[in-house]
């Protein structure tokens, strides 16, 4: 093989990795940059939403120690309504745990199988599969607390 | 309690977490949401989580993260007043709102709404 043909080969060789590194690169990447920044932006504006709830609680004569009670029942009750809407989803795509990390993700999980299971009627289906999601926090949530709790009364 | 600056900022940050916890880990979000609540309630025993909400306000209020801090103050704040059995009588002192909300509201939209499809 003279020198001349062993380029050649190579040139094509070269090719045909480059040409396989750029399909690569052609391939959509996973969006996950874009999926932190949407939860960051959504988040956020749904923690705002909450705050300016708290203030407006606050400023009615609400003791701002307890205005967080209403607050989180005010966001539950606009979660479920845009979840009877089918509003909720379509907004759940855009900004995924931004809304699935707030207690906004606990009321659509709540309503969206109330709503779902309807139809194996009120007691054993909307009844007994409301927190068929939902549950494994509040099992979670009261395991641990249980746990704290006999722990900080025993020491 | 919080401005609408930390509001946002911290409430950002944590749902920022969730989502690279969604995307990056083969867990699903029951998984990560009921690993928030226990993260919540851990810090709320050593009484970070308060600090969090005072900071933060709504931004820490609202997460999941929140109610296992609730339960576990509840739970520790009647055990300290009436002894161990205020673990069992304290556990939803405090989040009976949000779970009674979610029941009542849930339960609502079920009889004004149709199911899809």
């Known amino acids: 093989m003279n020198t001349n043909e062993f380029k050649k080969k190579q040139a094509v060789l070269i090719d045909q990795v480059w040409l396989k590194s750029w399909h690569k690169a052609k391939k959509p990447r996973p969006p996950l940059v874009k999926n932190i920044v949407m939860a960051f932006l959504v988040g956020g504006l749904v923690c705002v939403l909450g705050q300016f709830i708290l203030n407006t609680y606050t400023a009615l004569g609400v003791p701002s120690e307890q205005a967080g009670n209403p607050t989180v029942a005010t966001i539950i009750f606009m979660a479920a309504l845009l979840t009877g809407f089918g509003v909720f989803d379509n907004l759940a795509r855009h900004g995924g745990a931004g809304l699935a990390v707030p207690v906004t993700g606990f009321a659509n999980s709540v309503t969206s199988m109330a709503i779902e299971f309807r139809r194996e009627g009120l007691v054993l289906g909307t009844g007994s599969k409301m927190f068929s999601l939902a549950g494994s926090i509040i099992v979670f949530g009261v395991v641990t607390a249980f746990v704290i709790g006999i722990i900080s009364a025993l020491i | ?117």
């Open chain 2, 1 to 117: 309690m919080g401005t609408y600056f930390t509001a946002f900022l911290i409430g950002g940050l944590i749902c920022v977490i969730g989502q690279l916890l969604f995307d990056l880990t083969p867990y699903t979000p029951a998984h990560i949401l009921s690993g928030f609540t226990v993260a919540g309630g851990v810090l709320g025993a050593f009484g970070l989580y308060d600090d969090l909400i005072q900071f933060a306000g709504a931004g820490a209020l609202l997460p999941i993260s929140s109610f296992g801090n609730a339960l576990v103050k509840g739970a520790m704040s009647e055990a300290s007043r009436s002894g161990i059995l205020g673990v069992l009588t304290g556990m939803f002192e405090l989040t009976s709102t949000g779970i009674t909300a979610a029941i009542i509201f849930g339960f609502f939209m079920a009889l004004i709404f149709k199911p899809k499809g």
